[in-house]
């Protein structure tokens, strides 16, 4: 049973991984690749590590549990570090002075420094 | 930036070190794994040391009862939180393999005003965004402006909206 729901879990994982991947070539440009990038990964790492931390848990023994709570507390620092990256990266780009890719027919332009 | 402390609090062993104290013991106690005397004998030590340098940061300001109403309000977020980055990234997982893609998406900047006047409300708030498949923060200032990213219609549609109501609801009270 354990074994079903980790094995899910992680194939589940390694889905929004690839989805991540193949979003960063495919989207059309610099910031909307950010979108699979930052974000698909920290799916893909939740539902792994949360796989991992599930089956080290069955074990049952204090060591464990221990160890489970310290994948979780990876998924915790990742939750907090990710967005603060994917915005450093998104800031630089601002910074350097790049404007977005927008669907031509929609025609307003969007100065982001302003 | 300086915090007043509260009244209550500003005794060094006061609840805030003792909290302060535990947190820190049971963070060593977790990582460490070993419980006989010597070790975590060596995590008292160092716990007390933070707690006795670092524990009236526990609650900058507001007082120790509203900052735990505010951490047990956070922890009622998170799993919402968590919800919302499922059903988000999704999206943007079946928007990644659609042959269609480049006519389904349109980016966007969108740029709101925000109505929380706290520093960590705005915070919690940024990151959320961010965290949020479909959008990005790309600036946040400390007067609750906002410009954001976003990969799509569904994704725009949704700002500031829900999201901002329940970071506005952590710091209520």
Redesign the interface.
């Known amino acids: 049973m354990m074994a079903v729901l980790t094995t899910l879990l992680l194939t589940g994982g390694l889905?929004?991984f690839l989805?991540?991947a193949?979003?960063i070539l495919?989207?059309?440009?610099f910031?909307?690749r950010?979108?699979?990038a930052?974000?698909?990964d920290?799916?893909g790492l939740?539902l792994t590590l949360g796989a991992m931390a599930l089956y080290t848990a069955a074990g049952g023994r204090l060591?464990d549990w221990?160890t489970a709570?310290?994948i979780l507390?990876i998924v915790a620092l990742v939750?907090?570090t990710?967005?603060?990256a994917?915005?450093a990266i998104?800031?630089a780009g601002?910074r350097a002075g790049l404007s977005?890719?927008?669907?031509e027919d929609?025609g307003t332009e969007?100065d982001?420094a302003a | 930036m300086t915090h007043p402390v509260a009244p209550g609090i500003r005794s060094r062993f006061g609840l805030s070190f003792w909290l302060t104290f535990i947190i820190c013991m049971i963070t060593w106690l977790v990582l460490s794994g070993m419980f006989d005397l010597f070790h975590t004998g060596l995590g008292a030590l160092s716990s007390f040391g933070v707690a006795w340098i670092n524990g009236h940061n526990f609650a900058p300001g507001a007082g120790l009862g509203r900052t735990l109403g505010q951490w047990a309000r956070f922890a009622a977020y998170v799993p919402w939180l968590v919800w919302q980055i499922w059903r988000a990234s999704l999206h943007v997982l079946i928007l990644t393999f659609d042959p269609r893609m480049m006519r389904r998406i349109n980016p966007r900047i969108v740029s709101f005003k925000s109505r929380l006047n706290n520093e960590m409300g705005l915070f919690i708030l940024a990151n959320s965004i961010t965290l949020t498949p479909g959008t990005i923060t790309v600036f946040a200032s400390v007067f609750g402006r906002f410009t954001v990213h976003t990969i799509d219609d569904a994704s725009a549609e949704g700002l500031p909206g829900k999201m901002e109501e329940r970071v506005a609801r952590i710091f209520e009270a």
Not at chain 1, 26 to 29: E, H, I, K, M, V
Not at chain 1, 100 to 103: A, K, L
Request: aromatic content about 12%.
């Open positions: 889905i929004f989805g991540g193949v979003g495919r989207f059309p440009d910031y909307a950010l979108h699979p930052g974000k698909l920290t799916m939740l060591g221990l709570i310290k507390l939750f907090i990710s967005p603060t994917t915005h998104v800031d601002v977005p890719w927008m669907r929609e969007h982001l």
